[in-house]
């Protein structure tokens, strides 16, 4: 699954691209494409192309990811862009292994383990991760063990640091130390 607008720095067209590389040796593979945006008639109609449509599901958006996060595989985020990706940290709170792009916020994301990094841009890359994954179970289940614990260090100290940042603030302005 991947969660996100349907913007060009999101990189849905490399997802499209992965997926038409993986469709022969994976027939039922499918991809669950979540979240709106300016470019998904555009990104429809590629699909549609490239012969996909039966394997490429469009849901729109969601307000809780979590309710499609719990019955996929992996999450995939192919962005050109990225800040601090929280539906990265969604996912590995639910032991769903990620596989996403050395960009942004993503790498320092999964740095404490739950994922997999390919370039931006690079759809045999994303295509070899993804269909590595899908085709290897033991290392997808070693990743899902690796993803809550890594969710869970990554959010408390990035919890600690935004409430001192707003004491820090809050201090500064009343003339505290």
Request: proline residues 6%; aromatic residues 4%.
């Amino acid at each position: 699954a991947m969660f996100g607008a349907l913007t060009k720095e999101k990189g849905h067209d490399v997802l499209l691209q992965a997926a038409t590389l993986l469709a022969k040796d994976l027939p039922a593979l499918h991809w669950v494409l979540v979240g709106d945006g300016p470019l998904r008639k555009d990104l429809e109609k590629d699909a549609t192309r490239r012969g996909l449509m039966d394997r490429v599901h469009f849901v729109g958006h969601v307000d809780e990811p979590a309710s499609i996060l719990r019955d996929v595989t992996l999450a995939v985020l192919p962005s050109r862009e990225e800040g601090f990706g929280s539906t990265i940290l969604e996912a590995l709170a639910l032991r769903v292994p990620v596989v996403g792009t050395d960009v942004g916020g993503i790498p320092e994301t999964l740095a404490g383990g739950g994922g997999v990094l390919v370039p931006p841009d690079d759809a045999i890359a994303l295509a070899e991760a993804v269909g590595g994954l899908v085709r290897d179970r033991g290392r997808r289940e070693r990743l899902a063990a690796e993803a809550r614990g890594a969710a869970e260090a990554f959010a408390v100290p990035r919890m600690v640091e935004a409430v001192l940042a707003v004491y820090r603030s809050v201090t500064h302005r009343v003339g505290g130390p």
